[in-house]
């Protein structure tokens, strides 16, 4: 049985500007960083979170993976808060670029989504306290 989730993919067009945006700007740190055989493995994380995020290089030519349904499925990335608003100001200082000018409430708790220099759309999520 599988123990836990190692990667998640998110298709960028370029790897070194989506490394910036995610660093620098969602606050992740840089895991792994080679060549291999089908292409630079370049991964980011959540510090102290055991899952990485694999920053899969894709031709512009592919097209986007945001372009498909931009409302219809949450993004490929969902990041929890413990103080999303306070969050929000921080990241949005940093240049991100939010769907919203602020986090929304909603029954499941509070919601704003950004997008990446490639229009994949990033969740920022702090759940519902009971």
Do not use: C, H
Request: negative net charge; without cysteine; hydrophobic residues 35%.
């Amino acid at each position: 049985m599988p123990t836990n989730i190692m990667y998640v993919t998110v298709y960028v067009t370029d790897q070194d500007r989506a490394l910036r945006f995610y660093t620098e700007g969602l606050g992740l740190e840089k895991r792994l960083d080679f060549p291999g055989p089908d292409g630079r493995f370049l991964t980011v994380g959540v510090p102290d979170s055991p899952v990485q995020v694999i920053l899969w290089s894709l031709p512009a030519a592919a097209g986007q993976p945001g372009e498909a349904g931009r409302l219809a499925a949450p993004g490929p990335l969902i990041l929890e808060s413990d103080d999303l608003r306070a969050d929000f100001e921080v990241l949005r200082g940093r240049g991100v670029t939010f769907d919203e000018p602020e986090p929304v409430n909603y029954p499941f708790g509070v919601r704003i989504e950004a997008l990446d220099p490639d229009g994949n759309r990033i969740s920022l999520r702090r759940p519902r306290t009971p």
